[in-house]
């Protein structure tokens, strides 16, 4: 399914070195911030030339798709919407990847985990160190997340680290809820621990044929046990079309899983990922991203450089101004290109 857009730019046999540029600028000139504009065209060159026009006009390239011999650029009209920030300050939210090593190997997985994905563990005393200091920042809340937290033996320490400085969400799979993995589940706070469980379709085919055979039932299960086990439970989905976001919205609603306990996203085109939604630094308010490999803009791209901060970790203070930094210093480049756009 492709995404519809607000303009259609056929090119013909046009390409940035011979004509296209003009109608790209007419095309925008008819636009308002934040529509797509879709750029369609034989010519593959076509490709790395708009996508270095993007980064240097400060809009954002979205999604390229190939049909029947043709590609399809779909382009932002500017970068991310202006008030996403709003509501949500640089530096409110943190996450944490404890790991990489994941019991799955999902096809889109953003950050390429999988058990043979060495483990990269962030380590308790490092956390113990993150959380306290984030208390202090005024964080209001930790994301735990990787790789799937409950392969590690010491994740009961790690969440409860956290959990013992702000309220704290663990994103997990929900398959290793069993032995060791349901004990360490049931000694932790129910007041200051939520899990964000993955499932991406209403009945196993979907699901499953992204992250293997049978998972679809196990996430099922981890999401009833936790719920039994008394703790709140957000059901994650990750999602190709805008028909299968809505179906899945049907299947909760069906399942009275109320607003904020649900979570549904686009394949984002990072790590293993094929196919999915194109996401430059730009398109992406900053949620500070903490790996064992160093400080990150945001958690969709934890393992990816253009999205790499700082390596060095500690003071966290200083991670976090070194985002905000960079955040307004991006943001003043961009209000200063519009101004500089709309003149010319
Ligand atoms: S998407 Fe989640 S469950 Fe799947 S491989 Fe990645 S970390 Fe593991």
Redesign the pocket.
Known sequence: MRTNTNVELDAGTKTFASGLLPDLIAALRCSRKGDLIAVIGSDPAIGPALEAWCRFTRNSLVETTVDGGRTRWVLRYGEAPEDVGDDRPVGSRLWLYTNFD?????D????R??PKAPRRALGVERVRRIAIEAAELGVSEIFI????PFMLPDIGKIIAACAASMPTTVLT?GMLFAGRGLATLRALPRERVAFQI?LDSPTPERHDDH?GNGTWARAWKGIERARAEGFRVRLAATVSTDAEAEEFRGFLDAHQVSEENRVIRRIALRGSAEQGIALARADLVPEVTITADGVFWHPVGAEDNDLLVSREIFPLAESFAAVRRAFDRESDHQRRLARIFNCA
């Open positions: 994941c019991n799955l190997s999902c889109y997985c953003c950050v985990s999988s997340t990787g790789g799937e799979n993955s992250r």
